[in-house]
Nanobody, 126 residues
């Protein structure tokens, strides 16, 4: 079992930055995949970014490319999502997730992920 805890959400003005953290406890593996998703009000949860814990691959949604960066700290068993140039449309609850297997063509799918955090709210004001 893997337990995930997100933090770092909050209220920020458009153009600002936030860094989300996802700390994992329990049994983890270097083969695992760490992902970020978000759910905006009235919308389905959508993929943001994912990275393999071994650093071999990282992917981003088009909406995140050039503005968001996913990174990891092995010593802290923590993954981060650095979000810059935030826009009001980035307002959402952001979720951290872990998949036990990397499938390149499927990591944007919720069903690929085995463990989920509770989410952290990000609100971007205009």
């Amino acid at each position: 079992q893997v337990q995930l805890a997100e933090s770092g959400g909050g209220l920020v003005q458009a153009g600002g930055s936030l860094r989300l953290s996802c700390a994992a406890s329990g049994r983890t593996s270097s083969d695992y995949v760490w992902g970020w998703f978000r759910r905006a009000p009235g919308k389905e949860r959508e993929f943001v970014s994912a990275t393999r814990w071994n650093g071999a691959s990282t992917i981003y949604a088009d909406s995140a490319k050039g503005r968001f960066t996913i990174s990891r700290d092995r010593a802290k068993n923590t993954v981060y999502l650095q979000m810059n140039s935030l826009k009001p449309e980035d307002t959402a609850v952001y979720y951290c997730a872990v998949a036990v297997r990397w499938v390149a063509s499927r990591m944007f799918l919720e069903r690929q992920y085995d463990y989920w955090g509770q989410g952290t709210q990000v609100t971007v004001s205009s």
